[in-house]
């Protein structure tokens, strides 16, 4: 029996090298190995104020992004959120054995929210126990996920227990799994913060879609510092992280690119960095126009995606429901 994998992304903003590294690359990766499950977190898109015309656009994007990137709809399967109503059913009944304590404590919902200040919305709040819900739903013994996320799936796991303690064994409960190196892609404007889809800035982010010259554009303003040696140095956020990003699209050792750069200035690496960033992404961009030039095609994929998945959802629904005395 091989294991049940289990992840989502949010169809919002625009898909970097960060979430390529950090997830997709492992998802397509692993589908020999593992039962997947892929989830387009469309409930959890709107937690935040979205426009509907282009939340509409990106879910198409995303969804085109990830078979572009190797996640084969046969072999795995890929689904929308809102398609299967179990998602929400089951954050609902979360919610009620959920401590109000747990979700003060998390952390992305501390810093989305500040930014917003009075603005936020509930649903940013419990964005975890719908997340949760995503995850317990469908039984996933592993949580493929970047760093950041990784409270998020302890707060699952603890809540899995929480709801076995009071009724017996009912869920599953997962492990996450992160990816060691490329867990965390930092911006190219301030490596202090990681590389988000979120955030507005023009020179924050390479994204797997943007043109051969806005690589090249925005390779060649990313942040360094004054020094001049290339060296995996995490004491020099800029540069560890431009050569974090040449490590994962080149495969090369750590020594042997720091050997490669010995005695060359910050330039010449920026160029070569951007060279070898453009010809990565290549491959992949051509397979999503080319998947992506019938949008009714994408669609079609996410009926069949949510009724494959649909069994599952329900069964764990029903058994959650019976324990509680619903229905
Ligand atoms: P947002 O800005 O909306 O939080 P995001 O860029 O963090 O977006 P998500 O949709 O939250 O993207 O994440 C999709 C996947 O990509 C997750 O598994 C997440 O952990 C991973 N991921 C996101 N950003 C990075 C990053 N900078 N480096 C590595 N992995 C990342
Ligand atoms: N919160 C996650 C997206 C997400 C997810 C999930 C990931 C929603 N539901 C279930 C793994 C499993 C994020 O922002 N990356």
Not at 250 to 272: M, N, S, V
Not at 306 to 313: E, Q, Y
Request: hydrophobic share 40%; glycine share 6%.
């Amino acid at each position: 029996m091989k294991k049940q994998v289990f992840s989502g992304i949010q169809p919002t903003g625009n898909i970097h090298i960060g979430n390529y590294f950090g997830a997709m690359k492992h998802w397509a990766a692993s589908q020999a190995e593992f039962s997947n499950i892929f989830c387009i977190v469309d409930l959890h898109a709107i937690t935040v104020p979205q426009d509907p015309q282009v939340l509409k656009v990106k879910i198409r994007e995303v969804a085109g992004l990830l078979f572009a990137a190797g996640i084969n709809w046969q072999e795995s399967a890929v689904f929308l959120q809102s398609q299967v109503s179990a998602h929400a059913e089951l954050a609902w009944i979360l919610n009620c054995f959920i401590p109000t304590g747990w979700m003060k404590r998390m952390t992305q919902f501390k810093e989305k929210s500040e930014k917003m200040k009075d603005e936020v919305s509930v649903g940013l709040f419990d964005y975890p126990a719908l997340m949760a819900a995503d995850i317990l739903l469908y039984e996933a013994d592993l949580v493929p996920v970047g760093e950041d996320q990784k409270q998020h799936v302890e707060f699952t796991r603890d809540i899995a227990q929480r709801f076995n303690s009071i009724y017996g064994k009912t869920l599953k409960v997962p492990e996450p799994l992160i990816p060691k190196v490329g867990a965390r892609i930092m911006g190219l404007d301030d490596p202090s913060k990681k590389m988000s889809k979120s955030e507005g800035k023009s020179a924050h982010a390479v994204n797997l879609l943007d043109s051969p010259d806005i690589i090249r554009s925005k390779i060649g303003r990313a942040t360094t510092d004054s020094l001049r040696e290339i060296r995996f140095d995490k004491n020099r956020p800029g540069i560890y992280n431009l050569l974090v990003i040449y490590e994962l699209f080149t495969g090369l050792a750590r020594p042997d690119i720091e050997r490669h750069f010995q005695g060359k200035g910050y330039a010449d690496f920026k160029r070569e960095l951007a060279e070898v960033v453009v010809e990565g992404l290549r491959p992949l961009q051509s397979r999503y126009h080319e998947l992506t030039a019938d949008p009714k095609y994408i669609d079609s994929l996410f009926i069949e995606g949510a009724s494959k998945v649909r069994p599952t959802a329900e069964r764990t629904l029903k058994k959650v429901k019976e324990r509680v005395g619903l229905g």
